[in-house]
């Protein structure tokens, strides 16, 4: 039995190859810089959009939170393969906290009548890996992280997850939420058929005030700094140097 909907996560991030840098104030980072679809996210957008074409899923429903530019997400993620778009706009997406995004998806889930939810395991730029988990508890689905194999089975879903001590397998009843580790699969590049087709396909926009969300943030950003720079290194001459120094400089011994 296929499933019947999905909403995929789908993150505006800095690209995962610009060098990061603190701003003046100190209170963030620099964002006038080159951004993108959060790595883990594009590999949950492949996922589902491979259950699709494998007639295991119904629908694919790309979602982001964030301000107008978030809409060029939603865009690859529809010329990947996503059927529609809802972009559901914050100016401030550095107080949008992880509990916020598990209420405007639960709410979301409710009102697209999901049965799946997939999610990258975590974003690049906060690295919280809360996202999935919360919408689960809000929702009271079940859920599977750091997927790394989705099988669709008799209505339920069988995910090989990486832990510390190799692979676990799970079967998890549907709905369910699910998130999507490094090597579940290698996303897709859009075609240029695909990304002029994507312009056509619909992509609604909408609140969280509209949605009856509460986003207010609850926690506060003190002070963000650069890490310490690394110290340069020193050669030593023998074996019996490097031991020295590192029971006298280093204090490792």
């Not at 699910?178 to 090597?183: F, G, H």
Request: glycine share 6%.
């Amino acid at each position: 039995m296929a499933l019947r909907r999905a909403l995929v996560g789908c993150k505006r991030v800095i690209d995962y190859n610009v060098t990061v840098r603190v701003n003046a104030a100190m209170t963030g980072v620099v964002k006038d810089v080159k951004h993108s679809m959060n790595p883990f996210d594009e590999i949950a957008v492949e996922e589902a959009v491979r259950m699709k074409e494998a007639g295991k899923l119904g629908e694919v429903v790309a979602v982001s939170c964030g301000p107008a530019k978030a809409a060029d997400v939603l865009k690859t993620a529809l010329a990947m393969g996503a059927d529609r778009a809802i972009h559901v706009t914050v100016d401030d997406t550095d107080s949008l906290e992880p509990l916020a995004v598990a209420k405007i998806f639960k709410t979301l889930a409710t009102n697209e009548d999901a049965d799946l939810i997939v999610l990258g395991k975590q974003a690049i730029d906060d690295d919280s890996n809360q996202t999935a988990q919360m919408t689960a508890g809000l929702l009271n689905w079940s859920q599977a992280t750091f997927a790394a194999k989705i099988d669709v089975e008799d209505g339920a879903l069988v995910v090989d997850r990486e832990v510390d001590g190799g692979v676990e397998t799970l079967k998890v009843t549907v709905p369910s939420v699910v998130s999507a580790d490094l090597r579940l699969n290698e996303p897709r590049y859009p075609s240029l058929p695909n990304i002029m087709k994507a312009k056509k396909k619909p992509m609604a926009t909408t609140t969280p005030d509209e949605l009856g969300v509460d986003v207010t943030p609850r926690l506060t950003t003190l002070k963000v700094t650069e890490p310490p720079a690394r110290q340069a290194g020193v050669k030593v001459e023998s074996v019996d140097e490097l031991i020295e120094k590192l029971k006298t400089e280093a204090k490792a011994l």
